[in-house]
């Protein structure tokens, strides 16, 4: 069965260091991936996306993301965090099932940013 | 308004009240989606609708009750829900469901509590 996994819950990182958030999924076929954030309050933005060629991803607020296929991997990362980056942080991995394409997301990964 | 609405954004019920959700989006989409976000689960997807028709029910309890009357709008009916029923009920949308145009912007969510 698809799914993805974001081991970790909760991530507290100094301003100005860099960030990696981890995502691994599982699934047959050639995946679909995306990472999303989710401010307090706020509905979830998209951050970027893979579907095919480079398999690192450039997206807003600076984040990158690196597909890895021989490890199912889908870490994001950002070089120097900024305190506005406090948020939860979701994979989604994009499958077709029964003719309808559907996201499956991971529990997410809460950032905590330290002044 | 722009992007994708949700009225209310709070909502409290007892058990036995009937309510109603409501999302709107302004984004000329085709597809319209209800998630449910719980703590520390995964966000569950429970209805999918392209051009107004239903092609995803996601063994959703019939105490919650889908509309969507145009491709704009999306209703999810609630009656005798239970307290574990609450959580937060995000709604999203997309141009379409096939693998490329299926790229999924969310709405603020409405925080439901069942008493």
């Known amino acids: 069965a698809q799914s993805v996994t974001q081991p970790d819950i909760h991530i507290t990182v100094s301003e100005g260091a860099s960030l990696e958030l981890r995502c691994n999924y599982s699934?047959?076929?050639?995946?679909?991936l995306f990472w999303y954030v989710q401010s307090p309050g706020q509905g979830l933005q998209l951050l970027l996306k893979?579907?095919?060629?480079?398999?690192l991803v450039q997206g807003i607020k600076g984040f990158e993301a690196e597909f890895k296929r021989s490890q199912s991997s889908f870490n994001l990362r950002k070089p120097s965090v900024h305190w506005s980056d406090a948020a939860e942080y979701f994979c989604?991995?994009?499958?077709?099932?029964?003719?309808?394409?559907?996201?499956?997301f991971g529990t997410g990964t809460r950032l905590k940013v330290l002044a | 308004e722009t992007g994708v609405t949700q009225t209310p954004r709070h909502l409290v019920m007892g058990m036995t009240n009937k309510k109603s959700l409501k999302c709107e989006q302004h984004?000329?989409?085709?597809?319209m989606y209800w998630y449910k976000q719980s703590a520390k689960k995964p966000l569950e997807l429970m209805f999918v609708?392209?051009?107004?028709?239903?092609?995803e029910n996601n063994s959703v309890p019939s105490r919650f009750s889908p509309e969507c009357p145009n491709s704009s709008h999306l209703f999810l009916h609630l009656h005798t829900l239970q307290p574990e029923d609450s959580a937060l009920y995000l709604c999203?949308?997309?141009?379409?469901?096939?693998?490329?145009?299926?790229?999924?912007?969310f709405g603020p969510g409405t925080r439901l509590t069942v008493l």
């Open positions: 699934y047959g076929a050639t995946p679909y």
């Open positions: 999203a949308s997309s141009l379409g469901t096939s693998v490329r145009n299926n790229e999924q912007f």
């Open positions: 893979y579907f095919s060629g480079d398999t």
């Open positions: 609708y392209n051009f107004k028709e239903q092609t």
């Open positions: 984004l000329g989409h085709n597809a």
């Open positions: 989604a991995v994009g499958t077709l099932s029964s003719g309808t394409y559907k996201y499956i």
